[in-house]
């Protein structure tokens, strides 16, 4: 099944402590249905010392969020936008429903 959201898309966070903010995917698990944004909840891992961090300590790092929760932005309105599918010149693309703009095309026809 194909996602409303890839890796590199400017999101809206619809949900949580971090409602209204934007920010960029980093990555999609797809098998958690899950997404990393950049900058978006944030969480503090203890870390023990090791060779790469000698000194432990804390650090802060982005969680997944559940992909129901982010919206892609629609470039022409600024604000989030639901997506339908279309297949254009043999390939299958992502189009926001309220203006019409093209989101881009997703990995397969």
Known sequence: MARHIKAGDTVIITSGADKGKTGRVLRVLIDKDRVVVEGMNRVWKHVRPSQRNPQ?????????????????????????????????????????????????????A
């Open 56 to 108: 432990g300590g804390r650090i802060q790092k982005d969680a997944p969020i559940h992909i129901s929760n982010v919206m892609p932005l629609d470039p022409t309105t600024g604000k989030g936008t639901r997506v339908k599918f279309e297949e254009r010149s043999g390939r299958k693309h992502r189009i926001a429903v309220g203006s019409g703009t093209d989101l881009g095309a997703t990995g397969k």
